[in-house]
């Protein structure tokens, strides 16, 4: 396949799924050091610093993203219109270094860290969970124990008031015979 066709399909007719992870941007050196990764998706409110183009070493936060566009607003970076109105400039992902991440995400910064998120999760959750059945069990058994103790005690008692009765009526019927 030629080249103008792939890059026409890997990039201008990408899926949206697709365009999402396309907008990304390296990271300043020492969060690289940090995570051990060259570049990161974007995310709104990471902070940032921009390296081309007309706002060139501009710091910021991400204010909007455009996935169309692979592109960001960064906020503060406006242009004025002639009439006097201001709108926001969209800077590639690729124009941008991330000097901070938005850790409000905390799957995210698992992820970046190297670690596994979703097993680490399922692993306390099951830990936490299985003591908490457990404990749900003995609680059951124990009150369930203790109600039929008390029942087979009543049954018991029931038993020796009858026979008791039984015993009582029959020492009544010899005597009213005698």
Same mark, same amino acid.
């Given at each position: ?48 610093? %921009?390296?081309?183009? /007309?706002?060139?070493?501009? !710091? ?6 455009? %996935?169309? #566009? ?34 409000? !995400? ?16 399922? /692993?306390?959750?099951?830990? /936490?969970? %299985?003591?908490?059945? #457990?404990?749900? $069990? !003995?609680? #059951? ?13 009543? #049954?018991? !008692? ?7 009765? $039984?015993?009582? $009526? ?6 009213? $015979?005698?």
């Amino acid at each position: 396949m030629k080249p103008t066709k792939m890059r026409n399909k890997l990039i201008y007719r990408a899926s949206h799924v697709t365009k999402s992870k396309q907008v990304s941007s390296p990271l300043s050196t020492d969060l690289k050091k940090r995570f051990s990764k060259k570049s990161v998706r974007v995310v709104e409110g990471d902070s940032i610093k %921009i390296v081309r183009g /007309e706002f060139k070493g501009v !710091d910021g936060k991400i204010g909007k993203i455009s %996935i169309q #566009k692979s592109s960001l607003a960064v906020e503060g970076v406006k242009k004025e219109k002639t009439k006097g109105e201001k709108f926001d400039v969209y800077v590639h992902s690729s124009n941008v270094i991330v000097t901070g991440l938005n850790s409000d !995400d905390k799957w995210r910064v698992s992820k970046l860290e190297g670690k596994k998120p979703s097993s680490k999760k399922k /692993e306390t959750l099951n830990k /936490e969970t %299985i003591e908490k059945t #457990k404990e749900k $069990e !003995d609680e #059951k058994k124990e009150t369930l124990n203790k109600e039929t103790i008390e029942k087979t005690k009543e #049954k018991e !008692d029931e038993k020796k008031e009858t026979s008791n009765k $039984e015993t009582i $009526e029959k020492t009544k019927e010899k005597e009213d $015979e005698k």
